[in-house]
């Protein structure tokens, strides 16, 4: 697919300018804003500064060895690690994962016991958690969430890879995930051992926080799609491939689907 910049529309669906701050290699200047809004009420804590402690998260590192991250927000356990960047019980993490191999943080049930989340409407809410990329992961990179009804056994699996490629570098953003995209693969949040595990399948370095779900909120701006699919853009006249991807074309991994310039135009 090719598209005159020259015109200054790159007119694809979706996701704000704050989704693209700092992403792209290209002339255009995207400001780094931070979208991250105070919690709503009808909020249920999975983990941050006001959660309860009915879930913990722990690491598991690419030899599939988990370990519980400790009251202080810190980990080591092989190619992964933790550390608290806000300095609060439940504060915000700094997640690395190295050697370029998989590795995954999971909030799973404190006395590793099913639960009922008590959600009052799976198919209007969303998974939300803060999230700041630090280091842009590879192309080929797979970044992904799943849930848990069984130890081991994922249930959905909704791509993070466009997000964290259209969020590198920029300010903390929020990522709002429908529920559906889990119940519909057999997430039952009235028998939930881990709501929340995130997958990546090589290094990773990101700051991750505040993961909640949210009811009524499908509808917000920005909620991420359960699957996603783009292609390259090269710029006529250019013979190199932009570093930008478009969301919704036949097939790739995408980054980002919308593209603002600075005059305001799409």
Same mark, same amino acid.
């Given at each position: 697919m090719e598209i005159n910049i020259n015109k200054k529309a790159l007119i694809v669906s979706g996701l704000s300018l704050s989704l693209l701050a700092g992403c792209l290699d290209d002339p255009y200047h995207y400001p780094e804003e931070e979208v991250v809004p105070p919690p709503p009420s009808n909020t249920s804590k999975i983990y941050g500064p006001e959660s309860d402690?009915?879930?913990?998260?722990?690491?598991?590192?690419?030899?599939?060895?988990?370990?519980? +991250?400790?009251?202080?927000?810190?980990?080591?356990?092989?190619n992964v690690s933790?550390?608290?960047? $806000?300095?609060?019980?439940? #504060?915000?993490?700094?997640?690395? +994962?190295?050697?370029?191999?998989?590795?995954?943080?999971?909030?799973?049930?404190?006395?590793?016991a099913n639960?009922?989340?008590? +959600?009052?409407?799976?198919?209007?809410?969303?998974?939300?958690?803060?999230?700041?990329?630090?280091?842009?992961?590879a192309v080929d990179q797979d970044i992904y969430l799943t849930t848990q009804r069984e130890d081991g056994i994922?249930?959905?699996?909704?791509?993070?890879?466009?997000?964290?490629?259209?969020?590198? #570098?920029a300010?903390?953003?929020?990522?709002?995930?429908?529920?559906?995209?889990?119940?519909?693969?057999?997430?039952?949040? $009235?028998?939930?051992?881990?709501?929340?595990?995130?997958?990546?399948?090589?290094?990773l370095n990101v700051d991750i926080g505040d993961i909640r779900v949210v009811t009524n909120s499908v509808e917000e701006d920005h909620v991420l799609a359960c699957h996603t699919a783009s292609t390259l853009v090269k710029p006529d006249g250019d013979t190199n491939v932009s570093?930008?991807?478009? +969301?919704?074309?036949?097939? #790739?991994? #995408?980054?980002? $689907?919308a593209l603002y310039m600075d005059d305001g135009r799409q």
């Open positions: 402690g009915t879930f913990a998260l722990s690491v598991i590192d690419k030899d599939a060895l988990q370990a519980p +991250i400790n009251t202080e927000g810190f980990v080591s356990q092989g933790t550390s608290n960047i $806000s300095g609060q019980t439940q #504060g915000n993490l700094n997640l690395r +994962i190295t050697e370029s191999a998989a590795a995954r943080l999971v909030a799973h049930s404190s006395n590793s639960l009922d989340m008590d +959600i009052a409407d799976p198919a209007t809410s969303t998974l939300q958690f803060a999230l700041r990329v630090m280091d842009k992961p994922d249930l959905g699996k909704v791509s993070l890879t466009s997000a964290v490629m259209a969020y590198t #570098g300010a903390p953003q929020t990522v709002k995930v429908p529920l559906s995209c889990f119940t519909d693969a057999g997430m039952d949040y $009235s028998d939930t051992l881990a709501p929340f595990v995130l997958h990546s399948s090589s290094n570093k930008m991807f478009v +969301i919704d074309a036949p097939d #790739g991994q #995408g980054w980002a $689907s």
